[in-house]
């Protein structure tokens, strides 16, 4: 039962073009979206939220966009450099839970 | 001055065996966890304690047992181990629960990749 759907295990990206990494939730409670970012042999550090209040949030090269009815949200990296190939994890949370609930990752490489 | 460490980065074990990963964050936080990335590569939640209360517990076998001595650790015992529980686990730990409108931002130990042979 996967709430937390990233349906895109890889994604390659050309140094200086836009990364799109999508997101998709089945789970209509969930109210808080995350992103986080991991590269190998470490932990995910926190990347960028949204609350469902609000439909976008940018931080930076960093955009996340939330598409509520489409129980959908991407995150947009703009411009992309090398340095940001990583596993990317979507995660989500609900005022019930509080505990977030995870994606399986996208892997995104960029290429010089 | 690591946020969140966890010890050991590697563990190898045999079948059966009794073995702990300890956890500690020096960030003040209420919330920690642990989760599990199987195989699968999906990170999932196993024990969230707040203020050293468990607070969730999915459904994850009776062998895996948390401990939190005190709201700077959160430590995980397995006992009889399988090979199943091969996995990678992380620590985390947070902010007390949607403190100021904030979510539940999470900071990640490196992980401890477990072996069971």
């Known amino acids: 039962d996967q709430q937390v759907k990233q349906n895109s295990p890889s994604l390659s990206v050309q140094e200086g073009r836009i990364s799109i990494l999508n997101c998709d939730y089945t789970n209509s409670m969930f109210d808080y979206f995350l992103w986080y970012k991991k590269y190998p042999a470490e932990g995910p550090t926190f990347l960028i939220s949204i609350s469902s209040i609000k439909d976008k949030n940018e931080d930076g090269r960093f955009t996340v966009f939330l598409n509520k009815s489409a129980k959908h949200l991407s995150l947009h990296i703009v411009p992309s450099q090398p340095g940001d190939s990583a596993v990317y994890f979507c995660?989500?949370?609900?005022?019930?839970?509080?505990?977030?609930?995870f994606g399986r990752g996208t892997s995104l490489i960029v290429h010089p | 001055d690591t946020a969140v460490s966890q010890t050991p980065k590697y563990l190898v074990t045999q079948m059966g065996n009794d073995k702990s990963i300890k956890c500690e964050q020096n960030?003040?936080?209420?919330?920690m966890y642990w989760y599990k990335q199987d195989s699968k590569k999906f990170l999932k939640i196993m024990f969230s304690y707040n203020n050293k209360e468990l607070i969730i517990n999915e459904t994850v076998p009776n062998r895996f047992s948390p401990k939190s001595p005190d709201k700077a650790h959160l430590n995980l015992h397995i006992n009889s181990l399988e090979l199943g529980d091969s996995a990678v686990y992380f620590c985390?730990?947070?902010?007390?629960?949607?403190?100021?409108?904030?979510?539940?931002?999470?900071?990640f130990g490196q992980g401890t990749r477990l072996t069971v042979v």
């Open positions: 960030l003040g936080h209420d919330t």
């Open positions: 995660a989500a949370d609900s005022g019930g839970s509080y505990i977030p609930t």
């Open positions: 985390a730990s947070s902010p007390a629960l949607r403190d100021r409108g904030r979510g539940t931002e999470a900071f």
